[in-house]
Structure formats: C-alpha cells, structure tokens
C-alpha cells in the first residue's frame, strides 16, 4: 500500500473506447485495445498528482471538474489512441496526444453544448414566440427538448454496428468494476457474472445533468435570445457539479425506495449504452483495470505467469466505487 497518500472514498472508473477500455485510478490511467492480430496492448499514463491525489478530490463540487477532465480530454485522447491501436498502427501511436487530440476535443465540446443545450434553448424561445408560452413552460419545454434530444441520440448511434461494440466494451468495463466492488476474483469467467449497469455511469451522470439544468435555468428566460443562450454557457460547470455530487449521493443511500426511484431512469438508460460482453472483452477491461489498481496498491498479483488480481479488502474509510464514465 501507499499509506496516506491514498484518498478515501476514490472512485475508480473508466470508459469504453474502439475495442477495448480505458480505466483511471489515483496516480495512473491504462487503457487495454485488442489489436488485428489478436494482442491485448495496453499503454499506460501517469496521472497528474496536483490533480487526482490533491485536495480537489476531496472537496465537494469541485470534484466534478476532475470528471469534466475525464471525459473531456483523457477520455478523448484514449479514443483517439485506441482507433490508431485497433487499425494496427501500433502502441506507439501518437493518438493519446498532441495537437489533433485537442483539436478534437475542442470540436467535441463545441458540439455537445451546441446540440444538447444551445439548441434547445433557441428552439423553445422560438416556440415561447410562436404559441405565446409563459416563461415557465418555455422553460419546461427547453428542458423537455434537451431530454428528448439526448434519449434521440442515443437511440440513432445505437443502431450503429462499431457503436454496438462499443457499448459491448462499456458492458466490459462495468462488469469489471462491479465484480472489483463486490471482492471477486478478476478473471472474465467471475466477471462475467456481474451486471453491466451501475449507479454511477457516466450515462446516469449526463442524465442528471440534464435534469438539473432545467431547475437552474428556470429563472433564466431572457427576452433576447443572445442573453437567454449566453446565460447557459457559465452555469454548465456548475450544473456538472452539482450533477457528480447528486450521483454520489444516490449512489450511496441507493437501497432506500426514494433513492432507488431516484436512480432508476439513469440505470434503465444505460440499456441503450451497454450491451453484453463476450469473454475476449472482458479479458480487455480486466487488463486495463489491473495496473491501475497495482499502481494505487490495491490488488495483489498472484505469481502465476498470466496473474490473477485479487482484491485486497477494503475497509469503510477507503472503500472502492466506480466513477462516472463514458462521458
């Protein structure tokens, strides 16, 4: 173990990416592709110590920006290597950095808050004019259309056959974590056991952030449609924390019937983002989890020539959860 320099109540997670996934931890994130020719590469990257073992962590609302991070750009340069990886361009890639992956993630960010919060805001203003809607079920109806556009997307790109892998790999990855959480064995035949949804996916995550967003923005329904579209951009940060705090929240008081309630549209959700893996993506997600978890000292490797992880047990001040992911 690293003794005080590991931080209670850390959520591992992680994302799915082309043909594998990629897992974060406290001091290294490792992300697990099978290539053309069958191999499981992994590469490895050290994670920001100012960040992800600093005091950010451990202070609500600010925490969520490290998930912003996540999702925005580690998890998007792990895409972007991960595609080189699974083409059979090789380990040595230079996919996980450099100009192209901001570029990427720039164009990316620029999208989602156009399509999932711009453009809701405009069309329901537009309608406000049209119907003579008050201001309350304008914005309502923005809330509604944000909704619809997300559960949209999601139903579109589901159709697509690369798409379906990939939420086959985003099934791996959370089979993984929970069968981590629960103590067993980290092979594919114990972690196939498990289920692919849990309470604090990334898919539950934007799901609450669309929700709090139609609260927040409620007193926010400008005349002009430039300061009624300006007035969202500052307050998605917020809303994304406020969001990641909710999800831990639930999470943690999960077995009470209003939390269950709560959580429950966020967990039938994820059957759009998560399908059944097969026992080779599994074996991925396993390798992608196991370094990170040797990194923050918590799993010991058994000495047989291809190890077999096995959790050390946890106590309740530093117990183990998944992150938001996918993002």
Known sequence: MH?????????????????????????????????????IVVHEEDLPPSVYQGSIMRRPFLRGLVLLWDA?????????????????EGEDSKGFSGPMAWGTI?????????????LPTAVSQWLENV????????SLLEGLLRILLFVGYLLAISRMEDVRR???????????INA???GAPLTPESVARFSTVHTRCGTS????????SVLLFVPLQFDTWYWRMASRLPLIPVVASLAYELLRFSTRHQRRPLMRALI???????????????????????????????ADGLAVPDPSPLPTLVPVPVTEAASPAVSPSNL
């Open 3 to 39: 003794g005080d320099s590991i931080l209670t109540e850390f959520y591992y997670g992680g994302q799915a990416v082309i043909d594998g996934v990629m897992m974060r931890g406290q001091r290294r994130a490792a992300i697990a592709v099978r290539d053309p020719q069958g191999h």
């Open 72 to 88: 925005l750009v580690l998890g998007t340069r792990a895409l972007m290597w991960s595609a080189d990886v699974a083409i059979g």
């Open 106 to 118: 720039a164009v990316s960010l620029l999208l989602g808050v156009g399509l999932f919060f711009l």
């Open 131 to 138: 119907l003579s809607l008050s201001k309350s079920a304008s």
């Open 166 to 176: 990939v939420f086959s790999f985003h099934g791996a990855e959370h089979k993984t």
């Open 180 to 182: 981590y959480e629960a």
């Open 205 to 212: 995550f934007l799901l609450f952030v669309l929700v709090i």
């Open 264 to 294: 429950a549209p966020g967990l039938a959700m994820q059957r759009l983002t998560t399908r059944q893996p097969d026992l080779d993506m599994l074996e991925v997600a396993i390798a992608a989890l196991k370094p990170v978890l040797l």
